[in-house]
């Protein structure tokens, strides 16, 4: 039995990034009572970790949430601290509740409600919103002796600049953006080998953000009225050609070799035999839901996810998720296109507790 002081609360919404932030944001006019809870010290969810040079791939006026624009900035693309800031002043803005640093370890059924579990406190909620992202759960995949090998290994995840790899022998796994904006970074001070598994797709110069978020609005109204359309190729994990992967490209480093089949305890072999010696293996292999507060609930399915009917739980009507990825709504993982889902979730929501 847990002995924490409880508290009843009709919302609660784990998480306090972009996406927490737009559910309570089309929560705010309903008659409910709701709270944000969230892990960080301060706002801006992933925002706060990202690498020192990363910024957005489209400009300010394509990277709002809804109600207040973000402001604009000097350069074409801002930055990930421009990001944080306007995440900060977002929820100020709204004087959104939000509860800092919280951490929920466990969500269990309770009577007529969800129970929140953290180590000091239990929120019981009628309806719970998990919008929690996927920067706490990198993913590295599984490589034949990695155990062996001696030297660095860092996620994207924990990546702040170039400075520990100067004049080293650096491994970029990985061919998405994170693998892309690495290897230019990195390639500028060390020597870099770029491993990817097939040839990454490198979109048009003059294909950003902007194009990638159209493409994405015209797939999901197809969608919804039941067309198939055809698109040219091109998704949000796709290479968008920001100014420093343009300018690796001039350098002549965006050059990718196929993986190796294995680690040894200095580096790498190939497939063919042959060793290399690395200082470093930089893993730009994505991200898989942060979920593992839900593993009470036993909801978790065999890809790590939760089966649901556009953002509600399938297996639990109470809890809805937001923001996750395309599973939880298009390009509901970006900036612009998670109020889309968060506005649909907040009116089932209401629906849902005004007819229980
Ligand atoms: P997060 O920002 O991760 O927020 C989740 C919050 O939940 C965090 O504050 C976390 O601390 C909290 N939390 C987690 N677990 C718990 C728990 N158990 N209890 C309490 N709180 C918890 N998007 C764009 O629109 N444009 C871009 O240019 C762009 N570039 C990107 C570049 C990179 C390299 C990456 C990785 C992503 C990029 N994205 C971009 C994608 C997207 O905007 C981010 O991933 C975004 O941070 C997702 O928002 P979120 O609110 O869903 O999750």
Redesign the pocket.
């Known amino acids: 039995m847990h002995s924490l002081p409880e508290q009843a609360i009709d919302i609660a919404i784990?998480?306090?990034?972009?996406?927490?932030?737009s559910v309570a944001y089309f929560l705010r006019n309903t008659p409910h009572t709701f709270v944000i809870?969230?892990?960080?010290q301060s706002s801006?969810?992933?925002?706060?970790h990202?690498?020192n040079s990363?910024?957005?791939?489209?400009p300010a006026n394509w990277?709002s949430l809804s109600g207040w624009q973000m402001p604009p900035v000097e350069d074409e693309?801002p930055t990930r601290t421009h990001v944080v800031d306007y995440l900060s002043r977002y929820e100020a803005r709204y004087q959104f509740p939000i509860e800092r640093p919280?951490?929920?370890?466990a969500v269990e059924r309770g009577e007529n409600c969800l129970r929140l579990v953290?180590a000091e406190k239990i929120w019981r909620a009628k309806a719970v919103v998990s919008?929690?992202?996927?920067?706490?759960h990198p993913f590295i995949p599984t490589y034949a002796n990695a155990h062996l090998f001696s030297g660095t290994q860092l996620h994207?995840a924990h990546y702040g600049n170039a400075d520990n790899f100067v004049g080293k022998k650096v491994i970029v796994m990985g061919g998405g953006?994170?693998g892309a904006?690495l290897l230019a970074e990195v390639s500028k001070v060390a020597d870099c080998i770029w491993v990817t598994p097939h040839e990454p797709v490198f979109l048009p110069d003059d294909v950003d953000?902007r194009v990638l978020f159209a493409r994405a609005t015209e797939r999901w109204k197809a969608h919804k009225e039941g067309r198939v359309i055809d698109q040219p190729v091109g998704g949000l994990g796709d290479i968008v050609m920001v100014p420093s992967v343009v300018e690796a490209r001039a350098r002549g480093v965006l050059k990718t070799v196929r993986p190796f089949a294995s680690f040894t305890p200095t580096g790498v072999m190939w497939n063919d035999g042959s060793e290399t010696t690395v200082d470093a293996v930089i893993w730009c292999t994505g991200?898989r839901p942060?979920v593992?507060?839900l593993h009470s609930l036993g909801i978790i399915n065999s890809e790590g996810k939760i089966d649901v009917n556009e953002t509600r739980a399938i297996q639990e009507p109470r809890l809805w998720l937001?923001?996750?990825g395309e599973w939880t709504g298009l390009a509901?993982?970006?900036?612009?296109?998670?109020s889309r889902s968060a506005r649909a979730t907040a009116e089932e929501i209401d629906e849902f507790l005004k007819t229980s």
Not at 37 to 40: F, I, Q
Not at 44 to 48: C, E, P, T, Y
Not at 131 to 136: D, E, I, K, L, S
């Open positions: 784990i998480g306090g990034g972009q996406a927490g932030l809870l969230d892990a960080e801006g969810g992933a925002w706060l990202g690498w990363l910024r957005l791939f489209s990277s693309y919280v951490v929920i370890n953290s919008a929690t992202g996927t920067w706490r994207s953006n994170s904006q953000g991200f942060a593992q507060h937001v923001g996750y509901s993982a970006t900036i612009v296109g998670v």
